[in-house]
């Protein structure tokens, strides 16, 4: 007779529901709450569980279920045994758990009929302990069918001798362990949902230090537009201004530099609209203002003594003409230093030495710790602040140098950076002044030979 698939699956619901509570209790995929400092905690509970259900589990069946203390000693050792045995093996544990229990239950009898039934009292421990232990990693279907177990297993024995306390013998048992199921099972939902937040949250900081990364590029990128900018408007002009200022320009020479100052001002153009793409909407009109340089330092550090932070400045006036790209980014490694000094380190001295020894300009800035009792003010010239050390390194890898941040032993921070300096290409030619403009020499008048 053929069969209807409505049929073909619920007959084998009861083994495909089997397969899956079997196989999540094989194989749990579910940690322990707390990580590796909450299966340490779990560990030595379920130890010293174990060591107080060896002595109570003894006294209880030897005095209250008319049995000697060797096999009152023996049956519970074999509950305790899958207790401990749950937390690396739960489908052995729990299977063992089990047996064992029901093994007990058919071997004892209560000495009054004031004790439990089927379930000794340890009994009840034991098989919460191992419920609970085994449902830390387990799904809630799991934890259900371990229930149903339990209650089923109760229901033979209350059927088989029906004489011990009948079916109400068995509410307390079920009641206790329905609660733990209900409790391990809001456990185990909360550690998932702490590990979900710690991932979202790992992921949230992952994006948040992308994102001030690539604002701080974008930010490093419009200063560096007026520095490309001059370079450009130079080319251009010389450019336009070479057939003028140099004598004896042949047409193709002059279309040629006509053609050079064409394709720079088209990039100008092009770097107007890069800067209108890459421009900050708090701040649009500060990618127009000069770039500072090492020139600017003294007012930056007079403006930070204004703040009430005692600095220092050690700027060596014999650093040559440096690339403006390599001033500016000297002028903000120590602005950001110093305004994170103001932030994090109110009231301390700072030293901030500038030097320059061979092809690299050298920057310290360090502080001292920062008294007690000062709040942090605000920072050196907030519309010109960055993303701190991000954009510190950040500026540094633009020009291949080397950076240190780094707290120091006896308290108070150290920023150290070595910008390569390369050397300034050479100076052009003069150009040499055009010949003075004269009369085309004329060739001398033939002379008359004379004749004989």
């Not at 005095?63 to 045995?85: E, K, N």
């Not at 279309?255 to 100052?261: V, Y």
């Not at 040559?320 to 490694?333: H, I, K």
Request: some cysteine; hydrophobic content about 45%; aromatic content about 4%.
């Amino acid at each position: 007779m053929k069969i209807s698939f409505p049929e073909r699956r619920l007959r084998s619901l009861p083994a495909d529901l089997g397969a899956a509570v079997w196989g999540d209790l094989a194989r749990p995929s579910i940690p322990f709450p707390g990580g590796p400092r909450g299966r340490r905690t779990l560990t030595a509970l379920v130890w010293l569980l174990a060591v107080t259900l060896c002595f109570a589990g003894t006294l209880d069946l030897a005095q209250h279920y008319r049995l000697g203390y060797g096999p009152a000693m023996a049956l519970t050792v074999a509950r305790v045994v899958p207790v401990v045995l749950s937390l690396s093996r739960p489908r052995t544990a729990w299977c063992a758990q089990l047996v064992v229990t029901v093994a007990v239950a058919a071997l004892h009898r209560p000495s009054s009929p004031a004790e439990p039934w089927p379930w000794a009292v340890t009994s009840v421990l034991a098989l919460t302990a191992t419920l609970t232990i085994v449902g830390l990693r387990a799904s809630r279907r799991a934890i259900l069918a371990m229930w149903l177990e339990v209650l089923a297993a109760g229901a033979v024995l209350a059927v088989l001798v029906p004489r011990h306390g009948g079916w109400l013998a068995l509410l307390p048992p079920t009641v206790i362990l329905a609660v733990a199921a209900i409790t391990v099972n809001a456990v185990r939902g909360r550690g998932d949902v702490q590990a979900r937040l710690a991932l979202a949250e790992e992921r949230g900081a992952a994006e948040e230090a992308r994102a001030s990364l690539l604002e701080e590029r974008a930010r490093i990128a419009r200063e560096l537009h007026d520095v490309v900018a001059h370079h450009m408007s130079v080319i251009t002009v010389q450019a336009d201004s070479a057939p003028y200022r140099v004598a004896d320009v042949s047409p193709g020479a002059a279309e040629e530099f006509g053609a050079i100052a064409a394709e720079a001002r088209r990039s100008l153009a092009e770097m107007r609209r890069l800067l209108h793409v890459l421009r900050n909407e708090e701040s649009p009109d500060g990618e127009n203002t000069p770039q500072p340089g090492l020139q600017d330092l003294p007012a930056l550090v007079e403006t930070t003594r204004r703040g009430g932070v005692d600095v220092r400045l050690d700027l060596d006036g014999r650093i040559g003409e440096l690339p403006a790209a390599v001033g500016l980014s000297a002028y903000r490694l120590v602005q950001e230093a110093l305004s994170n000094v103001v932030r994090h380190a109110p009231g301390a001295r700072v030293d901030v030495r500038v030097r320059q020894g061979g092809a690299a300009l050298h920057i310290g800035v360090v502080n001292e710790p920062a008294p007690r009792g000062r709040r942090a003010a605000e920072p050196v010239e907030p519309r010109a602040g960055g993303h701190g050390l991000v954009g510190m390194r950040e500026r540094v890898a633009m020009l291949d140098g080397d950076f240190t941040a780094e707290p120091l032993p006896e308290g108070g921070f150290r920023v150290a950076a070595v910008l390569p300096v390369p050397e300034p290409l050479p100076a052009p030619l003069p150009v040499p002044p055009a010949p003075a403009s004269r009369a085309p020499e004329r060739p001398p008048a033939p002379t008359a030979t004379p004749t004989s």
